[in-house]
Nanobody, 115 residues
Framework: QVQLVESGGGLVQPGGSLTLSCAAS????????LGWYRQAPGKQRELVAV???????NYVDSVKGRFTMSRTNFKNTVYLQMNSLRSEDTAVYYC?????????WGKGTLVNVSS
Protein backbone atom coordinates (compact mmCIF):
# COMPACT_ATOMS: atom_id res chain seq x y z
CA GLN A 1 0.00 0.00 0.00
CA VAL A 2 1.19 3.50 -0.75
CA GLN A 3 2.94 5.37 2.06
CA LEU A 4 3.34 9.14 2.02
CA VAL A 5 5.87 11.36 3.80
CA GLU A 6 5.58 15.14 3.68
CA SER A 7 8.49 17.55 4.16
CA GLY A 8 9.42 21.18 3.59
CA GLY A 9 7.31 22.89 6.21
CA GLY A 10 8.66 25.52 8.55
CA LEU A 11 8.46 29.11 9.69
CA VAL A 12 8.13 31.74 6.99
CA GLN A 13 7.30 35.44 7.02
CA PRO A 14 4.14 36.77 5.40
CA GLY A 15 4.73 37.24 1.69
CA GLY A 16 7.32 34.50 1.62
CA SER A 17 7.41 31.18 -0.20
CA LEU A 18 7.76 27.51 0.65
CA THR A 19 7.72 24.31 -1.36
CA LEU A 20 6.28 21.21 0.25
CA SER A 21 7.21 17.75 -0.95
CA CYS A 22 5.41 14.46 -0.55
CA ALA A 23 7.44 11.33 -1.23
CA ALA A 24 5.53 8.16 -1.97
CA SER A 25 6.68 4.60 -1.48
CA UNK A 26 5.07 1.21 -1.87
CA UNK A 27 3.25 2.16 -5.05
CA UNK A 28 3.59 4.06 -8.28
CA UNK A 29 1.99 7.47 -7.87
CA UNK A 30 1.05 7.84 -11.51
CA UNK A 31 -1.69 5.33 -10.73
CA UNK A 32 -3.16 7.64 -8.09
CA UNK A 33 -4.99 10.95 -7.93
CA LEU A 34 -3.09 13.16 -5.52
CA GLY A 35 -4.07 16.05 -3.30
CA TRP A 36 -2.95 18.44 -0.61
CA TYR A 37 -5.09 19.28 2.40
CA ARG A 38 -4.49 21.40 5.48
CA GLN A 39 -5.77 21.72 9.01
CA ALA A 40 -5.39 24.96 10.92
CA PRO A 41 -5.53 25.04 14.73
CA GLY A 42 -9.09 24.61 15.92
CA LYS A 43 -10.44 24.07 12.41
CA GLN A 44 -11.45 21.13 10.27
CA ARG A 45 -9.19 19.72 7.59
CA GLU A 46 -9.81 21.42 4.25
CA LEU A 47 -8.87 20.75 0.68
CA VAL A 48 -6.05 22.89 -0.75
CA ALA A 49 -5.44 21.32 -4.16
CA VAL A 50 -6.59 18.05 -5.72
CA UNK A 51 -6.16 16.28 -9.02
CA UNK A 52 -9.24 15.11 -10.82
CA UNK A 53 -9.51 12.76 -13.78
CA UNK A 54 -8.55 14.40 -17.04
CA UNK A 55 -5.38 15.96 -15.70
CA UNK A 56 -6.99 18.98 -14.07
CA UNK A 57 -6.04 20.30 -10.65
CA ASN A 58 -8.63 22.12 -8.56
CA TYR A 59 -7.64 24.65 -5.90
CA VAL A 60 -9.56 26.15 -3.03
CA ASP A 61 -10.39 29.78 -3.84
CA SER A 62 -8.19 31.18 -1.09
CA VAL A 63 -4.98 29.80 -2.69
CA LYS A 64 -5.74 30.26 -6.39
CA GLY A 65 -2.96 32.16 -8.10
CA ARG A 66 -0.61 31.63 -5.14
CA PHE A 67 -0.22 27.84 -4.81
CA THR A 68 0.74 25.35 -7.51
CA MET A 69 0.59 21.58 -7.23
CA SER A 70 2.83 19.45 -9.41
CA ARG A 71 4.20 15.93 -9.55
CA THR A 72 7.32 14.19 -10.76
CA ASN A 73 6.34 10.63 -11.49
CA PHE A 74 9.85 9.27 -11.97
CA LYS A 75 10.71 10.54 -8.47
CA ASN A 76 7.37 9.34 -7.10
CA THR A 77 6.96 12.78 -5.54
CA VAL A 78 4.29 15.46 -5.49
CA TYR A 79 4.92 19.11 -4.64
CA LEU A 80 3.03 22.14 -3.44
CA GLN A 81 4.67 25.44 -4.34
CA MET A 82 3.30 28.16 -2.06
CA ASN A 83 3.91 31.84 -2.81
CA SER A 84 2.70 35.07 -1.21
CA LEU A 85 2.01 33.24 2.02
CA ARG A 86 -0.41 34.74 4.51
CA SER A 87 -0.91 34.19 8.23
CA GLU A 88 -4.15 32.36 7.44
CA ASP A 89 -2.13 29.75 5.53
CA THR A 90 -0.71 28.54 8.84
CA ALA A 91 -1.67 24.89 9.21
CA VAL A 92 -0.49 21.32 9.10
CA TYR A 93 -0.39 20.29 5.45
CA TYR A 94 -1.21 16.71 4.47
CA CYS A 95 -0.62 14.76 1.28
CA UNK A 96 -3.33 12.40 0.01
CA UNK A 97 -3.36 9.64 -2.62
CA UNK A 98 -6.54 8.01 -3.94
CA UNK A 99 -7.13 5.09 -6.27
CA UNK A 100 -10.08 2.73 -6.21
CA UNK A 101 -10.59 1.80 -2.58
CA UNK A 102 -7.27 3.22 -1.43
CA UNK A 103 -7.27 6.53 0.44
CA UNK A 104 -3.80 7.13 1.90
CA TRP A 105 -2.56 10.03 4.04
CA GLY A 106 0.79 11.25 5.26
CA LYS A 107 1.41 12.47 8.80
CA GLY A 108 1.66 16.10 7.76
CA THR A 109 4.15 18.95 7.85
CA LEU A 110 3.63 22.20 9.75
CA VAL A 111 3.67 25.54 7.94
CA ASN A 112 3.79 28.58 10.21
CA VAL A 113 3.42 31.96 8.55
CA SER A 114 4.39 34.61 11.05
CA SER A 115 6.51 37.72 11.39
Amino acid sequence: QVQLVESGGGLVQPGGSLTLSCAASGAIIRLYLLGWYRQAPGKQRELVAVEIRGGTTNYVDSVKGRFTMSRTNFKNTVYLQMNSLRSEDTAVYYCNARSGGVDAWGKGTLVNVSS
